[in-house]
């Protein structure tokens, strides 16, 4: 049989189920034979019983729920100064190698004339049915124009925007088929800047939607904030496999199908109308009716 | 839900979904332990963010051999600490009276049950400032460790991991805090009040 020592050394891994099952069988014999370690063995347990009773304050669920919100805004606030400096380099590479000496801006124009060529392989197989404003047409054609709307102070028009910019954004990497398409179609250093904005501009836009009515679209822009980010650090040069698990993601949160229903919600009173994506659940079975193809 | 090793993938891939969820899975512990280290909610939450800021950005120093819990835990109570420290050098100019009331551990009840049995309220505050009183009697490491294992489930081994200590020292700290707890709040009625002594 173990000593009254031994007994008492392994009382704090007793006590705390970390004894293995061979020392706990004797220090268990022990304790049947020893009167004073059992006494003092159950006055700890006792003395932890009542620790247990100590109440740590939790915030409550509401704290719980917004954590990331602030913590991803605390993300943004600090990282904005470094996440700004990196664009620099491959920016100014790829205007060196295509359009040396001019200025900023061209690389803007490049940008949206590539987006252009999307828009232009996406109607192929998009045609806004007969009355309809061809607002997404024309957005995916020029994402400049959505984007270029003065900025508004009312959060849910500020959040409308947004998820018009981000559909028109992630329209272009969906549709992008490396098959049939250059990789400059692709435009994917302009995106992931794009993104970058984008994911910078979504803690902004989810502090401000205060209104409890407004927690989807809340999450809806959390939701889109964590793609943007995806494609905001996809790796250097063309990375199609990273641009493919994007693409999954996109699928399985049904993010096309939940921003037209945001958008339904906010009354849909903006330039676009649903996302009409070929195949795409998002479309639904009213809007897939209206498609041609 | 992304397991460990996944996580740990995506955190060295600054993936931020991957991130998201380490967030999502760790941010009630990391805050716990922040609460036990630093004593109050409002820096409590702000060394829990600091704490996932400070992942998010220097995943490198990540060593895979350990177990990312240990690890983040480890950078938990070395920011609260740091924090306190920092905090020792700024005196506070005004303090919040309901903050230093959760500082000292009083949870805060809410108004039904304070008015559905205001006896046991009475008697739940008085616990728990009694349990907060004992807390104050044990030595900074032996409170440590105590805090560590029994309300934040870290292993033995895991607390000697987080402290740099041997595993025979934080049982050693460990067994000490529970005696002096045991002393604070008075023998539990398991014999009749009999404080133990033997050996």
């Not at chain 1, 370690?37 to 100590?54: F, K, N």
């Not at chain 1, 806004?128 to 270029?148: K, R, Y």
């Not at chain 1, 179609?185 to 992931?192: I, P, Q, S, T, V």
Request: glycine fraction near 6%; aromatic fraction near 6%.
């Amino acid at each position: 049989m173990i000593s009254c020592r031994k007994c008492r050394d392994m009382m704090i891994e007793a006590l705390y189920g970390e004894l293995r099952p061979a020392d706990r069988e004797s220090f268990d014999a022990h304790l049947r034979a020893c009167p004073d370690c059992a006494s003092e063995y159950s006055i700890m347990g006792a003395t932890l019983r009542v620790m247990d009773e100590r109440r740590r304050p939790d915030p409550g669920p509401e704290f719980w729920d917004t954590y990331w919100d602030r913590l991803a805004a605390r993300l943004d606030v600090t990282d904005k100064a470094p996440a700004v400096r990196p664009q620099a380099v491959p920016l100014s590479a790829r205007l060196g190698r295509l359009f040396s000496g001019l200025p900023g801006w061209t690389w803007q124009a490049a940008a949206g004339a590539a987006l252009v060529v999307v828009g232009i392989l996406i109607g192929r197989s998009i045609v806004s049915p007969p009355g309809q404003p061809a607002g997404l047409v024309s957005a995916v054609q020029n994402p400049a124009a959505a984007s270029a709307v003065p900025a508004s102070n009312d959060p849910s028009e500020r959040a409308r925007r947004y998820l018009d910019r981000s559909q028109v954004l992630l329209l272009g990497l969906v549709n992008y088929n490396p098959k049939t398409q250059d990789l400059y179609a692709l435009d994917l250093d302009g995106k992931k800047t794009a993104c970058r904005e984008l994911s910078l501009q979504a803690a902004d836009i989810q502090s401000s939607l205060k209104d409890p009515r407004q927690k989807r679209l809340k999450e809806l822009v959390s939701d889109l904030q964590i793609i943007m980010m995806q494609i905001a650090n996809l790796g250097a040069g063309n990375d199609l496999e990273g641009v493919d698990l994007i693409k999954q993601g996109v699928e399985q949160r049904d993010i096309f199908l939940k921003i037209d229903l945001t958008r339904m919600t906010l009354g849909a009173a903006g330039p676009q109308g649903p996302s009409a994506r070929p195949g795409s659940q998002a479309s639904g079975a009213a809007d897939k009716a209206k498609m041609r193809i | 839900m992304m397991d460990e090793k996944d996580i740990i993938n995506g955190l060295a891939a600054s993936d931020p979904t991957a991130f998201r969820e380490f967030v999502e899975q760790y941010k009630k512990k990391v805050y716990f332990l922040a609460l036990d280290v630093v004593g109050n909610p409002v820096d409590a939450e702000d060394v829990s963010q600091e704490v996932f800021l400070k992942v998010y950005r220097s995943f490198g120093t990540f060593n895979r051999e350990a177990r990312l819990g240990s690890w983040l835990y480890r950078v938990t109570y070395n920011a609260g600490i740091d924090h306190l420290r920092r905090k020792a050098l700024i005196p506070e100019a005004v303090e919040d009276e309901a903050l230093e009331a959760r500082s000292r551990g009083e949870a805060p009840l809410s108004a039904s049950s304070a008015f559905s049995d205001p006896a046991a309220t009475a008697e739940a505050r008085q616990l728990q400032a009694k349990i907060a009183l004992a807390l104050e009697k044990v030595s900074p490491q032996e409170k440590a460790v105590f805090l560590l294992r029994h309300y934040n489930d870290l292993k033995l081994k895991e607390i000697a991991e987080t402290l740099h200590l041997s595993t025979g020292s934080v049982k050693s700290y460990l067994f000490r805090a529970v005696k002096k707890l045991q002393r604070e709040l008075g023998a539990p009625d398991v014999t009749g009040g009999m404080e133990v002594s033997h050996d």
